[in-house]
């Protein structure tokens, strides 16, 4: 009768040999899977927080250009006005420096980014801006990069 168990249990492990090999390269398949996910997600947002670094300094410079005619005749109605000509210049060579810096100042993933939209009103400047940026993994047929957008603002309420 022990012989009958044993050729009764070597023909189960005959019928469901290899099924752990199945499973395993499964579950190492949707690991890479996951892997390649999490790296283009952190890529995205890495990529998106040095827009926002890029466009704050472009804003924060733009926003120290002051009108000194209104400010010296005191009719501008804020503390310290911005020349909205001047600041708009200064947004625009910030970002152009930035597009050409080297490695040490950008993420080598973000590419073309541009003005959408600039606005500049007494004492406040608001840029928004876009760039777009190159995912590490990427599937075959889609696209090469996404599109990233930021808005940012700065205030000039300091006195000279």
């Known amino acids: 009768m022990k012989r009958i168990g044993r050729m009764e249990y070597s023909r189960w492990a005959k019928d469901e040999r290899g099924s752990i090999s199945i499973l395993t390269i499964g579950l190492f398949l949707v690991t890479i899977g996951v892997l390649i996910l999490i790296t283009d997600i952190a890529s995205l947002s ?22 000194l005619a209104s400010y010296y005749k005191g009719n501008s109605g804020v503390t310290v006005p911005i020349d909205c000509q001047a600041a708009y210049g200064k947004v625009i060579e910030d970002l152009g420096q930035w597009t050409e810096s080297g490695r040490e100042l950008r993420r080598i993933e973000l590419r073309q980014i541009a003005l959408r939209d600039f606005s500049c009103s007494g004492n406040r400047v608001r840029i928004s801006t876009s ?8 599937l075959p047929q889609t696209s090469p990069y996404v599109e990233i957008h930021t808005t940012v603002e700065a205030e000039s309420d300091r006195t000279p």
């Open 46 to 67: 890495v990529s998106r927080q040095s827009l926002i670094h890029a466009s704050e300094s472009a804003a924060i410079r733009a926003s120290h250009s002051m009108d």
């Open 131 to 138: 760039a777009r940026a190159v995912l590490p993994f990427r």
